[in-house]
Nanobody, 121 residues
Framework: QAQLVESGGGEVQAGASLRLSCVDS????????MGWFRQAPGKEREFVAA??GSAAYTQYAEAVKGRFTISRGYLQMNSLKPEDTAVYFC????????????????????WGQGTQVTVSS
């Protein structure tokens, strides 16, 4: 069973940057699609970004396009806004390649415990 561990969260002011990391403490997830989701208090978990197993293809939510960059094992977040405040989760998809459906949390197979990101105005 893969165990994903996120790190890099924290409290920052609007306009700052953070880099989140996701490592597998169990087995390698090399070749699997990876993604990031976030969940703010009282809201559903929402898709942030995904990257294919080969890293050739990436997908972003409209709210983060141009500010966030996903790479294998990382999420670089620039120009942070208060509305980015949430717990951020990394996920691995072992069932197949990326598709339009990967914006849905149920399309992912392994999850980390999350890391808190708080952006103040």
């Amino acid at each position: 069973q893969a165990q994903l561990v996120e790190s890099g969260g924290g409290e920052v002011q609007a306009g700052a940057s953070l880099r989140l990391s996701c490592v597998d403490s169990g087995r390698s997830f090399s070749g699997y699609a990876m993604g990031w989701f976030r969940q703010a208090p009282g809201k559903e978990r929402e898709f942030v970004a995904a990257i294919s197993g080969s890293a050739a293809y990436t997908q972003y939510a409209e709210a983060v396009k141009g500010r966030f960059t996903i790479s294998r094992g990382y999420l670089q977040m620039n120009s942070l806004k208060p509305e980015d405040t949430a717990v951020y989760f990394c996920a691995v998809r072992s069932r197949g390649p990326l598709s339009a459906l990967v914006v849905l949390p149920e399309q992912w197979d392994y999850w980390g415990q999350g890391t808190q990101v708080t952006v103040s105005s």
